[in-house]
């Protein structure tokens, strides 16, 4: 076998950097004032050994699920500083089953007894579905290859996953060896899991290969070698081989991993037999977007982790990818129907939080702050049960289309009641979207301008945010409850004969006297504020809503009133048991702000 021939583009991270050209004094020069030591890194750059000019995935879109392996019980596992119990794993375990993980890598038997003891405990217990199968991890090493078919012992399926270092700066420093010494490493082992799998009769058994930091091998290397260990493995349609390509540690632009994929999908051989498989790392901060083009570049199935756990900044992140595809209307293969029980399960497992900001699963992903956002949102939710009701259909069945909110909450298992909160960001919208929701107070347009500057003043007074319950009393001060009311409504009967209502009210007003009054109107609130002419207040009413609401203390009215008074305009509310004291309460209640 003949070492690979160096690539003009290849860059070592050792030998040949493809960066500016270091002993350029003129770029040195432009460089001096940078706080930053930038020139100590090589420029990014394709890796491949020809310009990849007719590349095709930037024409593909993503129109099915690929095949999803978790990797959070090997490679997430690896990276924690507590590593998983028995318990931890065997929930964590259940847990991927229960989401249709088919495809699960469940350790690294050889490394350490908890891994084995767990191994051989799914095993004994006879705990793994028949449409699932386990993936175990093994270096290139011969006694822990062995250790790894004592583990899966009796396992009715099975997947060995050989991984060795294939990268220039891996064999340079950790190996100490040339990419020949590498190849025959990876070939005596792949030839070794061969022979012992012929005795593991009772097992059927699958084989994946991982050329280590992919990213950064000469592509004419890997190439070399993997062709070499699907041969081996004798690879073939109807028993495939798992050729993995990972971005161990991630280095470059996703479009270069794509045509880096797209290289390998086009040259490898037995490509019918081989199922191509990615395991992104996430240190730039782009591995969904690599595994996603990877994916259009020819990649069969995706290797990651729940919420991105994994070495250093984490492995690919698995439920934003399936989430992804389902907020395109595309199946994801997985239940994310619940999302918090996942997220629990995976929080216990870890040990470590997610982040409140992470897509689709963190605390605060469906909850809008911000005013105008806010408002976007009430007014979608608005329409989106509009439209459920014009087609007499339930609004989970109306398409989504609501604004700042790519998916619906409540098809990952969340309420929308988190969905707007309220702090010194908010607006009207906003305020009024929780009172509705919280406490199913609808509020007419002007009152709801005029309870949120109030709201606005209190948030900004406190610097923090107000919960739906603070709201509701901010609400309450303002137009329900009155310490010393200039106008008192104690009691008051109507009569209706024709289009006339007719009042006669028992009021205080003014000094604390009692004052029985007559009026009459067209209806209940034009008979009181006629009525209240008698006590010397011109009221004027400009408008009156209300409605039903249904609360901890039954199905009361709501009414909104406003009214002019003394040349000024007055909103004013009030809750009670029917609707005409309601509608005469608001009246009191715009009355009383005049006067306070
Ligand atoms: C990319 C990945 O994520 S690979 C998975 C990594 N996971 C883990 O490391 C978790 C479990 N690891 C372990 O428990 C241990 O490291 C063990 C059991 C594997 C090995 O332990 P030790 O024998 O004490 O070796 P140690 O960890 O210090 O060093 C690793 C040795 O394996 C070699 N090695 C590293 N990777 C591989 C590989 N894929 N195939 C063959 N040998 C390898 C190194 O060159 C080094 O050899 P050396 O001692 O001759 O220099
Ligand atoms: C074993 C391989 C796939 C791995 O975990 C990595 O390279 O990150």
């Known amino acids: 076998m003949t070492e690979a021939p160096p ?30 030591p930038f020139q100590r890194y090589e420029r990014s750059g394709s890796r491949l050994p020809h310009e990849l000019t007719d590349r095709t995935w930037p024409m593909k879109s993503l129109v099915r699920a690929p095949l999803w392996a978790s990797v959070d019980l090997r490679d997430g596992n690896q990276a924690l500083s507590s590593p998983m119990d028995i318990e931890r794993k065997s929930r964590m375990f259940d847990l991927l089953v229960s989401m249709g993980f088919k495809d699960i890598e469940v350790g690294y038997p050889s490394a350490s007894d908890a891994d084995f003891s767990f191994l051989r405990m799914l ?11 386990i993936s175990v991890f093994t270096p290139a090493r011969p006694e822990l290859i062995d250790r790894t078919f004592e583990a899966i012992e009796g396992a009715d399926r099975a997947m060995v996953h050989l991984c ?9 420093v950790v190996f100490g060896m040339s990419a ?14 061969a022979r012992r799998a012929e005795s593991a009769k009772r097992t059927e058994l699958r084989f994946e290969y991982s050329p280590e930091t992919f990213n950064v091998t000469e592509p004419e290397f890997v190439l070399r070698l993997s062709n070499a260990i699907t041969s081996l493995w004798d690879a073939s349609p109807d028993r495939p081989v798992t050729l993995n390509l990972p971005t161990t540690v991630e280095t470059d632009s996703p479009n270069v991993f794509a045509d880096q994929v797209e290289w390998m999908h086009r040259n490898l051989e037995r490509r019918d037999a081989v199922i191509l498989s990615v395991h992104p790392h996430n ?48 199946d994801p293969q997985l239940d994310f129907s619940d999302i918090d029980r996942i997220r629990r399960t995976v929080e216990f497992a870890n040990q470590l939080p997610v982040h409140p900001r992470h897509p689709y699963a963190g605390d605060l992903v469906y909850t809008a702050f911000s005013g105008t956002h806010q408002d976007a949102i009430a007014k979608g939710l608005a329409a989106i049960e509009r439209r459920a009701a014009e087609a007499g259909t339930a609004t989970t069945e109306v398409p989504w289309d609501v604004p700042y909110l790519p998916i619906d909450p409540k098809d990952v298992g969340r309420t929308y009641e988190s969905v707007v909160r309220v702090n010194s960001q908010s607006g009207k919208g906003g305020v009024a979207h929780v009172l509705k929701s919280a406490y199913g107070l609808d509020l007419p347009r002007g009152m709801r301008v005029e309870l949120a500057r109030q709201v606005q003043q209190v948030a900004d007074g406190d610097g923090v945010e107000l919960t739906s319950r603070e709201l509701r009393a901010v609400f309450a001060e303002m ?8 106008l008192l409504l104690k009691e008051f009967q109507l009569t209706s004969e024709g289009d006339t209502t007719d009042i006669d009210a028992l009021v205080v007003h003014g000094e604390g006297r009692e004052k029985r009054l007559a009026g009459s109107g067209a209806d209940a609130a034009g008979a009181y504020v006629d009525a209240l002419a008698g006590t010397g207040l011109a009221v004027e009413i400009a408008e009156i809503t ?13 009414a909104y009133a406003q009214i002019g008074l003394d ?30």
């Open 123 to 133: 095993i004994e217990q006879d705990r793994i579905p028949d449409d699932v199968t």
């Open 546 to 558: 209300g409605h039903v609401v249904s609360d901890s203390l039954g199905t009361r009215y709501a």
């Open 479 to 486: 137009y329900l409850d009155f310490a010393r009311p200039a």
């Open 164 to 172: 060795n270092a294939t990268a220039c700066l891996w064999r340079e």
């Open 180 to 193: 020949d010494d590498v190849q025959r490493m990876a070939l005596r082992s792949a030839e070794h899991i």
């Open 283 to 330: 240190d730039r901060g782009t591995a969904v977007a690599s595994a996603e083009l990877a994916v259009m570049a020819g990649a069969d199935r995706v290797e990651g982790t729940l919420f991105g756990n994994g070495e250093r900044t984490g492995n690919v992140c698995l439920a934003t990818l399936a989430l992804n595809l389902f907020s395109q209307g595309i």
């Open 7 to 36: 690539s003009p583009l290849v860059t070592s991270r050792l030998r040949t950097p493809v960066g500016p050209r270091r002993d350029d004094q003129q770029w040195w020069n432009a460089q001096r004032g940078s706080a930053m």
């Open 567 to 596: 040349g000024a305009t007055r909103y004013g509310a009030a809750i009670a048991g029917d609707e005409a004291s309601a509608r005469l309460g608001a009246v009191t209640s715009a009355v009383n702000r005049a006067h306070a």
